[in-house]
């Protein structure tokens, strides 16, 4: 891999002397060297990973302490294995050479923090020509529980909350709130736009791709910045909550069926990012529920919810027009209640009595007589208007 690397180091720099000394990311130097790497070394295609990793490193680290760019010299004979290439099994590691073909090497379990170490999860190995290390990811162990529960529902322009406590076994509802988000997707529509038009008027190739790169980072900064601010301000103001969230693994995959737009939206929609970000900053522990229904289950009844319009939850059983996104919240926070053990009867709940006119859809119409009258199809639900105004 010495070889490997020493090249790799040269593409990087070259690269990076092309792009006014900005060093390319370790994905990007793999694209640039896998027609190279594949075709010499016959192993598994992970291995091409440790070696930008490594290259790019190096590159970064002789720059931070000489004060210039140049190509380092690889002298030493050794290899990084990502935790994918191999696994331990009764103190022997195997590793991964290629697809059903490996090799094994015995751990020295005499070091005596080796018991203590092996509890972590193994994060990489290194093997040079007189040692093999092993490294693991030490925690500090399972988060606690928090003594409240935020339960979030993200939305493209809104990140709606329901915040609740457990007081003497009987869960109290807090407040519901609402936070804007508009100003991620006019970040990304405004780039987008930008990107079109750099299209359409620079001919050159190196020079359009060299501006591109540019504003995609530039909207990736200016995206983790604005959650950044985010995700600390509500970590700040629930110190002693946790956060649940929606499980939205796998919703891009499946678009055949949805239009341009939307599959345009949730391929651009940052929420595993704000999820990460609230997950690792908080000091408690962040839950995560089964999103099925909780747009189409009325969490206080249970009945069928019916949606006249995109922003409103109709339920008949409750005979209400409830906000989409706030009642959604309210269905994640009793999924997460679920979990901890401490189920939330919504409708027998004191709590709720008190706040349920926040979960209600407020029509803008001036000649909307509530916040049951809704605009579709002229017909308001006269069953929510003789419950909730007589």
């Known amino acids: ?189 405004d780039f987008s736009r930008r990107r079109r038009m750099l299209q359409m008027r620079i001919r050159n190739p190196d020079k359009r791709i060299k501006k591109l790169r540019k504003t995609r980072g530039r909207q990736r900064n200016r995206i983790r910045d604005a959650l950044h601010k985010l995700s600390t301000r509500m970590v700040r103001e629930n110190q002693s909550a946790s956060f649940v969230f929606e499980k939205l693994t796998g919703i891009r995959s499946d678009g055949s069926s949805r239009s341009k737009k939307l599959r345009t939206y949730l391929n651009r929609w940052p929420y595993r990012l704000y999820q990460s970000m609230v997950e690792y900053k908080s000091p408690n522990q962040t839950l995560y529920v089964n999103p099925g229904g909780t747009s189409s289950r009325c969490p206080v009844c249970g009945g069928r919810l019916e949606h006249p319009a995109w922003a409103m939850n109709r339920c008949e059983t409750c005979g209400a027009d409830y906000g989409r996104n706030r009642l959604s919240s309210l269905a994640i926070l009793c999924r997460g209640m679920r979990l901890c053990g401490q189920p939330f009867a919504v409708s027998a709940d004191a709590s709720w009595r008190l706040m349920r006119d926040e979960y209600l859809y407020a029509h803008s119409l001036p000649e909307a007589v509530g916040a049951g009258w809704t605009e579709t199809a002229n017909a308001p639900n006269l069953n929510m208007y003789a419950k909730i105004h007589v």
């Open 1 to 189: 891999m010495r070889d490997a690397i020493g090249y790799a180091l040269q593409v990087a720099y070259r690269d990076a002397v092309r792009d006014d000394g900005k060093i390319p990311s370790p994905i990007q130097l793999r694209r640039e060297i896998r027609e190279w790497f594949y075709p010499r070394y016959d192993y598994a295609r992970h291995h091409i990973n440790p070696v930008c990793r490594a290259s790019i490193a190096m590159l970064r680290s002789y720059r931070k302490n000489d004060g210039e760019l140049r190509i380092p010299q690889v002298k030493k004979l050794a290899v990084r294995i990502d935790a994918e290439l191999f696994k331990i099994f009764d103190n022997k590691i195997r590793v991964t050479l290629q697809p059903n073909h490996y090799v094994w090497i015995q751990i020295n379990t005499a070091n005596k923090r080796y018991e203590e170490y092996s509890r972590g999860k193994p994060s990489e190995l290194l093997i040079t020509d007189g040692k093999v290390c092993l490294t693991f990811i030490i925690s500090d162990g399972k988060k606690p529980l928090g003594s409240k529960l935020i339960a979030s529902d993200l939305n493209f322009s809104t990140i709606d909350s329901t915040k609740a406590r457990v007081e003497n076994g009987t869960v109290k509802l807090e407040s519901i709130n609402t936070e804007p988000i508009k100003k991620i997707a006019q970040i990304q529509n």
